[in-house]
């Protein structure tokens, strides 16, 4: 490959990696505590889809509605159950960016198996805005001194 398009090759994966580093937010948001209600009544969870970042630390408030439920989270250590009328509370950290399940786990009807809801943690968005910055160095370090033979 010749010196001309080795540059080409060069300058536009800098300029991929530099596309990659400018949208990320300048700052993230620090970990927070966050408190969450959920309800469970026949066969739903209320809300049925969470969101929270890498790093918070979630308590969930837990109640039931109309009969004996559970909840499971899928990849955390947690389960918990309540009675009609009572709440349960949990506290864990989210430490594992993903998307998780969770399920009642307590059989609770015919249509239980499909009693279901789900976790999104956001990744830790400054590990990788340093990971981009860091490559995006590396090239043009690479591409001074290569230029500068």
């Not at 990971?131 to 001194?145: D, E, H, P, Y």
Request: charged share 20%; proline share 5%.
């Amino acid at each position: 490959m010749n010196r001309n398009k080795l540059t080409i090759a060069a300058t536009t994966l800098f300029l991929i990696l530099a596309a990659m580093v400018v949208p990320l937010p300048l700052s993230a948001a620090a970990p927070q505590s966050r408190d969450i209600a959920i309800n469970a009544r026949t066969f739903a969870f209320e809300p049925s889809t969470l969101q929270v970042n890498h790093g918070d630390e979630v308590t969930l408030h837990f109640e039931s509605l109309d009969a004996s439920h559970g909840l499971f989270i899928d990849g955390y250590d947690v389960d918990i159950k309540a009675e009609p009328g009572k709440s349960a509370h949990v506290t864990f950290a989210a430490d594992r960016a993903g998307k998780f399940k969770f399920r009642c786990s307590i059989s609770c009807g015919v249509l239980h198996p499909f009693m279901i809801g789900e976790i999104e943690v956001s990744p830790d968005l400054p590990l990788l805005r340093a990971f981009a910055a860091t490559m995006l160095a590396a090239v043009g370090a690479v591409l001074f001194f290569w230029r500068g033979e």
